[in-house]
Structures are given as C-alpha cells and as structure tokens.
T-cell receptor, first 107, second 118 residues
Framework: KNEVEQSPQNLTAQEGEFITINCSYS?????LHWLQQHPGGGIVSLFM???GKKKHGRLIATINIQEKHSSLHITASHPRDSAVYICAVKDYDKVIFGPGTSLSVIP | DVKVTQSSRYLVKRTGEKVFLECVQDMDHENMFWYRQDPGLGLRLIYF???????EKGDIPEGYSVSREKKERFSLILESASTNQTSMYLCASTLSRLAQWSSTDTQYFGPGTRLTVL
C-alpha cells in the first residue's frame, strides 16, 4: 500500500463544475502540500498546510489530521485548471509524493 | 520570484552514454534536489544537497551521482545511461537548511527535463 494515495486518478469535468480531489496518507506528518503540474512539466506550489483550511481564489484546501486526509476543492472550474494535482506529505525527515490526479476541464 | 532553470527540456541519449543534467537557481537557496517522475509512481527523490560539495542520497540513488561545486548549481550525472532511466527529471530548491522541507518553507521546481534513453 502506498503511503500517500490520491483519488480519483483521472477526472474530467465540465467548465463551471465544483471539483474535489482527495489525498489520504498513512504516515505521521508535520505538513501537507498541494502542487499543480501543467502539461510540459513545471510544478508550482498551491498550498502548504498543517491544520484546518486555506483558501486562495477559487481553490480551497482542507486537512483532517485525525483522519489523515486532505481535500483540494476547485470552485467554478475553468479549462485553465486542467493539470495534474499532486499531494505531498512531510514525514519526520522526508517528503513523500502522491501519484497525482489528472484533471481535464472541458469548455 | 525564485527561478529554477534546467539545461534541457528534452534530451535523447543512447544506452551507455554519460549524461549530465544541470540545474541552476537564482535565489541563494541552501537546499537543492533532484527527483524523477514516472507515471503512477509520483516524484521520487534521487539525491539532495544542503550545501556546496555536500550531497545526500535520496530514495533511489542507484545509477546516479551528483555534483554541487557552486551554491546555485546542482548537477545530476548518469554515468552509463540505461533504458530504465528514461523519465522526467525535476530539480527543486528550498531556502531552508532544515531537513528536506520545513512546515513554512516551500520547494520551487524547475520545468523538468524529459530524458529518453534508447
């Protein structure tokens, strides 16, 4: 079993839909990170959180430490949101990346 | 803005060739990292460096070596490329010296190099 799992693996949505991507982990963590990778490879940081909830524009990230689960929500999705979304957790001395969720938003 | 650049976006090499992948960051960051990314496996850490001439093995160092002669530059070397090293290679850096990633620091990634070994 992977230490960090994401669901769904692939997601296709219509423009304007509300999207949720889930991340579950099995290790104790000090921080969780959501990353976005656009076609072509470049990765950018979206959120880093260790508790509660963070919001930036149409993106919302939540984390439940007790349940070892985090969600990334995208409201009013747009084709430019099409990307791979990666969850990463920081264990004591290393970072473990999830396999990613590939999102495609259709106009 | 922090900028992390990688020497090539696409690279095609033959089995047995020596391959150099270069990474440069312009923000005086202490830590630099090399990852490879494969479908279904996520990013996996190959090597990282927390100072000039210092290096630490990551999760999958076999078949790779690294060099950090200057603070801003971190090179990944494939001594004798093999087909199972065909992958996307990503470089990253962080300001902090703390482990790999503190709770307040973030990693800045380069655009990636897609290496194909024939």
């Amino acid at each position: 079993k992977n230490e960090v799992e994401q669901s769904p693996q692939n997601l296709t949505a219509q423009e304007g839909e509300f999207i949720t991507i889930n991340c579950s982990y099995s290790v104790g963590i000090s921080a969780l990170h959501w990353l976005q990778q656009h076609p072509g490879g470049g990765i950018v940081s979206l959120f880093m959180l260790s508790s509660g909830k963070k919001k930036h524009g149409r993106l919302i990230a939540t984390i439940n430490i007790q349940e070892k689960h985090s969600s990334l929500h995208i409201t009013a999705s747009h084709p430019r949101d099409s990307a791979v979304y990666i969850c990463a957790v920081k264990d004591y001395d290393k970072v473990i990346f999830g396999p990613g969720t590939s999102l495609s938003v259709i106009p | 803005d922090v900028k992390v650049t990688q020497s090539s976006r696409y690279l095609v090499k033959r089995t047995g060739e020596k391959v150099f992948l270069e990474c440069v960051q312009d923000m005086d960051h202490e830590n630099m990292f090399w990852y490879r990314q494969d479908p279904g496996l996520g990013l996996r850490l190959i090597y990282f460096s927390y100072d000039v001439k210092m290096k630490e093995k990551g999760d999958i160092p076999e078949g790779y070596s690294v060099s950090r002669e200057k603070k801003e530059r971190f090179s990944l070397i494939l001594e004798s490329a093999s087909t199972n090293q065909t992958s996307m290679y990503l470089c990253a850096s962080t300001l902090s010296r703390l482990a790999q990633w503190s709770s307040t620091d973030t990693q800045y990634f380069g655009p990636g190099t897609r290496l194909t070994v024939l």
